[in-house]
């Protein structure tokens, strides 16, 4: 049986209706985005002193909003004697089945995606050597690589900013836009495309709050402030996605996670670049053709799970219930 005809059949055995599940979904996106404010009004005395203890403060409130959500999907799909750690951790898609697969294959499937921006950073550290040697600095390629990288780990490693993307972020978005609402909205009867239309949807309209901040940015213009604010909602909606279809397709939850932190590293792709010309070009269409191509094989059901045969549904959830 195919994961999509299992995932499908979760509706026969749903305990909960579709709007219910629609419903707390939207509880749970406007819960998690309240949280962004919720340290300006709880927190109010005294007043953070610092960024980083005001960034602190928000993970604090990003951790509680997503451990509420939990319990609130628990709530509604399982019954109270069923809420045993084994259960909450597969509803979820917290297991340990194949978890190397379910990190690696969607690494590697993400970074090609990033073939146009890793070439273009290997060409341009590539000039940085060259011009470094016409001034005299002793060529070291081996030297180099390792001080950067040690430079950027230490870089990135007392970096707040860095914690809140590389960390808090992946974490608690997928948490609550995957783990929790996936498993409603098979449930309540949704077939798999719209489950992974919805979770996007919420997802993407979950990062409407950087409106003003846009707007600031963007000295107060509604044109840029449009344009800017589009292209997020449309990355957030196709990252979304995605994310949503590794979640159902590989049952783990580390899966999204891992892209996730991928694409908070890289940001957006590059495309194109006016000093290595169509080079970087050639590399993201390469890149871009190869993920088409390994998309369905690298997260192909049976990689994942040795329980696919036996399974009503993905994680089983619906024979908690």
Known sequence: MEAGEELSSASSM????????VIACVAMTLLYVAVLYAPTLIFRRPPPTSYKQFMIRRFVCAASSSILCVFISSFLLLPVQSWKITYLLNLYGIQTDHVWHAVVFPFSLTSIVYAGSMVLKCLLLLDSWIEDGSQGIPFNCVHNVFRKIYCGSISVASNIGAWRNLVVAPITEELVFRACMIPLLLCGGFKVQAVIFLCSAFFSLAHLNHLLEFYFRK????????????????????????????????????????????????????????????????????????????????????LYNNRIDNCHCWQGYCSYS
Do not use: D, E, W
């Open 14 to 21: 749903a305990s909960i209706s579709k709007s219910m599940a």
């Open 219 to 302: 000295n107060n213009s509604l044109l840029k402030t449009s344009i800017a604010l589009g292209t997020q909602l449309a990355y957030t909606m196709i990252f979304g996605s995605y994310a949503s279809f590794l979640f159902i397709r590989t049952g783990h939850l580390v899966a999204p996670l891992v892209a996730h932190i991928v694409c908070n590293y890289m940001g957006l792709p590059a495309l194109y670049n006016r000093r290595k010309g169509v080079v970087v070009s050639l590399a993201f269409i390469a890149g871009s053709i190869a993920f088409v191509s390994f998309l369905l094989p690298l997260t192909s059901p049976a």
